[in-house]
């Protein structure tokens, strides 16, 4: 895409970003648009990568909260949501709030975890509240988490239901850095690390204002026929027990209205739709087991998918 | 179809009686050129459906009202007494049925002319909605004024049809009725409401050029056309007729014989069926005069003498003597053309068709034409009572000494010979009948001189006469090959070259049997190949006597020689001919020009035998356009975005942006820069001009992207990016 007419506000965070971050633009970028849209993040990927500097430094370019909960076996739903615990000098329970009640929370090795503390925090994402002793407790917006697990492979993991990944918008990996990149690594490594300096580019206030403006980007009937048409393919899919859901479709819908507006278009393109497909969807395939035997993955499923489905190239006949 | 608009003002019922005076150009022709008659009847319902359609009755209403008149029309028409006592209901209920069974069978011919008529007013109907529809919904008429001028002028090119008057009012009324429609267009697209100034200042100029370009073409010189006329030739070629003698002849009956010679191709269409007890030849009509080139009337034509159901029939034929011995014989004939004249046979007493039925001949031809209610009428049968004649040789050898009995100027009249006559004509006819010296004598042998072999018979192989030429000397001297109209004009040349009055008689052979069918009668049926023309030599108390000179042929024509004795070899001259007589046809013809019978019975027959006869050539037609597409098609990398910079130069229009777009991807995925189904324009962009080494198809495809995905066009997107456009449509071609 044409980096020229990105959104100068946007174009500052990544740059930001970049600052901290090598060689993964993409990533940001991605981590970004679901930020905008209002939705989350799963990054799957092995430790080490950087996935914690990603999020910290997003974090701190928007001067959001940023929370971090590690997730093991032991965790229990209360340290995600927070407890009352009771004040014996005030004599009554008072409400200690958890690392869910931040803006930016990055949720590390979420398929450690028993999905019982899972699911509080999954409720926490698809309600924006969490409720504790019969209170309910809004979460502060902007609320963006990114959970990061572990290649499912791996074990000592609670996968996490194909319910709970729908409320993922994204689905991204981080992937190694290339060899000149990581070597930028290592140089950076021996100074002091640059995460500490990173100044805010953006306040809250603004992150909500353009969150409110990215509703207002134009999705044509055509695009809307497009994303419907390679939702409805993946659902014929041979290789595919379960398609993407109609929520995945509004997902690919939002995520483009956001990556549209972050390269400054007030409209999105099959472009948009083609670039952000891929993200939006793979989670919320499940494949046949045959298929999974043959090594085809859900990020080959929707590349077909998307070759296949003709490009709307005129405007609808109504 | 949406149901149409009703509007009731002044410029609608000034469209619809505009739209009516344009339907009414298609009425009139009708009138003139077919036996349609009481075209009023048809006229009236024009009106009434219009009005019906001007006040936006409803359509149960109207279709009551129309089939209600459609009803009474028929009647009025067809049918006796009263519209109310319904017993001519029955009758229609069953001639429908009946039509309904010959369509089926698809007997056109034989479908009522009642049912005609219905079908007619169907045919009304259908246009009146579509007038409607095209003036008040479509608000566009340029195509049903261009059809009626093609109509119009194709009709005044081939049929009598006189159209100059025609062109004029319609090319008047087709303005009128486009540049109202195209203010109403106008206010349309511009959502303008109507107002009375506005249309004013419309509606003036437009009279004001209408009337001033049709006085300019009516005050303007007019040019000949530069080029000669293309016409004839495409009558020649395309309807095989055309009596001017070029090109190739069709066969069948015609009216125009002042131009003979030239090829001429079979037709089988069949003219009429006959039962009869003996065959003979029919005749239709008799010429007089030989202008050297072909056969006209001495007399005015057009004169007529009617005659009554028992009155005698004023043709001349045999006169009635003791020297001739007549049979009496009947004979049935079933027409299958829509002619009004009447085949007859030599000795004609009697014509017994409907009662209602009178004649009238016409004198210069002595052609038989029925009339109903003074009007031309093609006779479906009819009866022919007939004497057969048997010609006394001894009385025949006489008759040439009473020469002096015939009045000077009917002798005038059949031994007329143009004066351009070459003399070794004469001579011949001298050369051939010296030895002789009675009149039947000299017809015989004259008969006989075109039996030798020197003279062929043939179709294809004639030449027509030069400007300096004479058709007979031309036949008897230099080609000495043609068929019936070649040997039967120069037969009545020579006999006249040596004083016997002789005429030139058209009409049929006795055609091809058929079948027995009891009690001594036999079927033949007669083709437009059995066309024919013969001679007919007077002798003075006998009458006129057929003779026969074509090779092949033979009139059986009856001479008893018992009496004659001497002449005992003679009959065989007529008798073997039977054996060498293969039904050929003969006698091309002309044009088809003939007013009265132009039908579309006849026009269908035309139509169905210029495919029989030339499938050949419009196979090959078909077949080369067929190339022709082809080849275009294959190359159309050279030419169709020349066509598609020519189509959208003009144009400042936006909406055309997108469609030149979509012409500009098609074009490049002939030119084999394909797009893949799941590529974007954006990605499909790149690589075009990467292709190209451009930026052209990015700047293009970025102002369209915004077309479809946004549903926005800035104005004057067209404009801005025609160049872009034009330059890479360009680099399509081949």
């Given at each position: ?262 390269y400054g278009r007030d409209y999105v393109l099959p472009d948009d739709i083609q670039y952000l497909a891929s993200a939006v969807f793979v989670h919320r395939i499940i494949l046949r087991s045959e298929a999974k035997f043959e090594g085809i993955t859900a990020e080959e499923v929707v590349e077909r998918v998307i070759a296949r489905v003709p490009v709307p190239v005129q405007r609808l006949v109504k | 179809m949406s149901s149409p608009k009703v509007q009731i003002d002044f410029v609608s019922f000034l469209l619809y009686v505009l739209g009516f005076f344009l339907l009414w150009e298609w ?158 267009r106008l206010m349309d697209q511009e959502g303008l409401k109507k107002e009375a100034s506005l249309s004013r200042k419309w509606m003036i100029p437009l009279a004001a050029l209408i009337a001033l370009s049709t006085g300019l073409g009516f005050a303007a010189p007019k040019a000949e056309p530069i080029w000669p006329d293309p016409v004839p030739f495409i009558k020649s070629y395309g309807q095989n007729s055309g009596g001017d003698g070029q090109g190739i002849q069709k066969i069948g009956y015609g009216e125009d014989d002042s131009r003979l010679g030239g090829p001429f191709i079979g ?468």
């Open positions: 895409m044409d980096r020229n007419h990105m959104h100068p506000a946007i174009e500052r965070v990544l740059g930001n970003i970049e600052k901290v971050m090598i060689g993964k633009r993409d990533v940001a970028e991605l981590s970004l648009v679901a930020l905008l849209a209002g939705g989350h993040v799963l990054l799957e990927d092995v430790p080490g990568v950087g996935k914690t500097m990603m999020v910290r430094a997003l974090a701190k370019s928007v001067g959001a909260a940023f929370k971090r909960i590690q997730f093991t076996p032991d965790l229990l739903p209360s340290d995600v949501t927070g407890v009352s615990i009771y004040n014996p000098k005030e004599m009554e329970f008072q409400f200690r709030p958890g690392p869910i009640m931040g803006n930016i929370i990055l949720a590390d090795e979420i398929n450690r975890t028993s999905p019982k503390t899972q699911s509080a925090l999954l409720e926490g994402m698809e309600e924006s509240s969490v409720t504790i002793d019969g209170v309910t407790h809004r979460l502060e917006k902007p609320f963006f988490v990114m959970a990061t697990q572990n290649p499912i492979e791996y074990e000592g993991t609670y996968p996490l239901p194909e319910a709970q990944l729908d409320r993922f918008l994204l689905k991204m990996k981080m992937g190694y850095p290339d060899i000149a990149d990581e070597m930028e690594v290592l140089n950076r490594a021996q100074r002091i690390p640059p995460i500490e300096d990173l100044e805010p580019v953006m306040d809250l206030a603004e992150l909500r204002s353009l969150q409110k403006e990215i509703k207002e980007v134009h999705v044509d009937d055509t695009i809307k026929r497009y994303i419907v048409e390679i939702a409805n393919q993946t659902r014929n899919h041979s290789s595919v027990y379960l398609g993407a859901s109609p929520r995945g479709s509004i997902a690919l819908m939002k995520a483009a209205q956001a990556y549209a507006f972050m | 009425l009139r022709p009708v009138e003139e050129l077919t036996d349609t008659s009481n075209i009023i009847v048809f006229l009236v319902f024009l009106i009434l459906s219009l009005l019906l359609a001007f006040f936006g009755v409803s359509l149960l209403l109207s279709s009551f009202i129309k089939v209600l008149y459609i009803l009474y029309a028929l009647h009025y028409l067809y049918f006796e007494g009263s519209f109310f006592d319904f017993s001519w209901i029955p009758v229609f209920a069953a001639d429908m049925a009946h039509n309904f069974g010959l369509i089926v069978e698809r007997d056109w011919p034989g479908i009522t002319n009642l049912f005609r008529s219905l079908l007619f007013f169907i045919l009304l109907w259908l246009m009146t909605y579509l007038i409607q529809y095209w003036l008040i919904n479509r608000r566009r008429i340029f195509i049903f004024f261009f059809m009626t001028l093609i109509y119009i002028t194709v009709l005044d090119t081939f049929t009598p049809y006189e159209a100059d008057a025609a062109i004029v009012r319609t090319a008047i009324t087709g303005f009128a009725v486009m540049g109202i429609l195209t203010f109403n037709d089988n269409a069949v003219v009429f069926r006959a039962e009869v007890e003996s065959r003979h030849y029919w005749k239709v009509e008799t010429k007089d005069t030989y202008t050297g080139k072909g056969w006209v009337t001495s007399q005015a034509e057009g004169e007529y003498l009617p005659f009554g159901n028992e009155d005698e029939i004023p043709v001349s034929s045999f006169i009635e003597n003791d020297a001739i011995e007549t049979t009496e014989e009947t004979s049935s004939v079933y027409t299958f053309m829509n002619y009004p004249h009447v085949v007859y046979p030599l000795g004609l007493k009697s014509i017994n068709a409907s009662p209602f039925i009178t004649y009238e001949v016409e004198t210069a031809t002595e052609k038989i034409r029925s009339l109903d209610g003074g009007r031309p009428f093609a006779l479906d049968e009819y009866k022919l009572g007939f004497d057969v004649p048997e010609y006394s040789v001894t009385a025949m050898k006489e008759a040439g000494a009473k020469a002096e009995s015939l009045p000077d100027d009917y002798m005038a009249r059949y031994t007329q010979l143009p004066e351009e006559l070459p003399e070794r004509v004469r001579e011949l006819a001298l050369e051939i009948t010296q030895d002789k010296t009675d009149w039947f004598e000299k017809a015989r042998e004259l008969e006989r001189y075109f039996r030798r072999a020197e003279y062929t018979y043939s179709q294809t192989d004639v030449a027509v006469p030069e400007d300096n030429e004479d058709y007979v000397d031309q036949f008897l001297f230099d080609t000495k090959q043609g068929y019936c109209d070649n040997f039967s004009s120069s037969m009545v040349v020579l006999a006249r070259s040596i004083g016997l009055p002789a005429r030139w008689v058209k009409g049929y052979t006795e055609g091809e049997f058929k079948q027995s069918i009891g009690s001594g009668l036999r079927l033949f049926e007669i083709t437009n190949n059995n066309a024919h023309s013969w001679v007919e030599i007077y002798f003075p108390e006998m009458g006129w006597v057929p003779f026969e000179p074509t090779q092949g042929f033979n009139n059986n024509v009856q001479f008893n020689f018992d009496t004659a004795g001497q002449n005992a070899s003679q009959p065989e001259a007529e008798e073997p001919k039977e054996t060498e007589a293969p039904v050929k046809p003969d006698e091309p013809t002309e044009t088809v020009a003939e007013k009265p019978s132009f039908s579309i019975k006849e026009l269908w027959g035309n139509i169905e035998n210029f495919f029989k006869e030339n499938w050949k050539v419009i196979g090959a037609v078909i077949l080369a356009a067929g190339v022709l597409v082809f080849v275009l098609f294959l190359k159309r990398g050279k030419w169709l975005p020349h066509y598609f910079i020519w189509r959208f130069k003009k144009t400042k229009n936006d909406e055309h942006f997108s469609k030149a777009y979509l012409i500009l991807l098609k074009e490049l995925d002939r030119y084999g820069l394909k797009r893949k189904n799941g590529q974007t324009l954006r990605e499909y962009a790149k690589y075009i001009d990467s292709f190209f080494s451009t930026k052209e198809m990015g700047r293009l495809t970025a102002r369209y992207e915004e077309f479809v995905y946004r549903g926005v066009l800035k104005e004057g997107s067209w404009n801005d990016t025609k160049e872009l456009w034009e330059n890479l449509i360009k680099k399509t071609i081949a």
